[in-house]
């Protein structure tokens, strides 16, 4: 079955970088997009950046030009390289899947942007 297991999560000052991971498993990784979404207290989940099979990038508007997406298709992984966080990045960081009709959910990994 689909498994996304994400990474990497911490407390990170201010305008420090921070690289998450996301471990998939149970279909064949490189046939499908995936993307990085993020839950902040009390607000909705929304989404941060997605990467396309052939690798073309889209990210939400605040995060352009700091944050990038990844993906290693060989170790079955999409990555999010976050750089110059700032206290507002500070949520829950999932990792998604769309397949058949179906959204698949990792469990998340917390980023604590603070001093």
């Known amino acids: 079955q689909v498994q996304l297991v994400e990474s990497g999560g911490g407390l990170v000052q201010p305008g420090g970088s921070r690289r998450l991971s996301c471990a998939a498993s149970?279909?064949?990784?490189?046939?499908?997009?995936m993307s990085w979404y993020r839950q902040a207290p009390g607000k909705e989940r929304g989404l941060v950046a997605a990467?396309?099979?052939?690798?073309?990038?889209n990210y939400v508007d605040s995060v352009k030009g700091r944050f990038v997406i990844s993906r290693d298709n060989a170790k079955n992984t999409v990555y999010l390289q976050m750089n110059s966080l700032k206290p507002e990045d500070t949520a829950v960081y999932y990792c998604?899947?769309?397949?058949?009709?179906?959204?698949?959910w990792g469990k998340g990994t917390q980023v604590t942007v603070s001093s």
């Open positions: 998604k899947l769309w397949k058949g009709g179906m959204d698949y």
């Open positions: 149970g279909f064949t990784f490189s046939n499908y997009a």
């Open positions: 990467i396309g099979v052939g690798g073309v990038t």
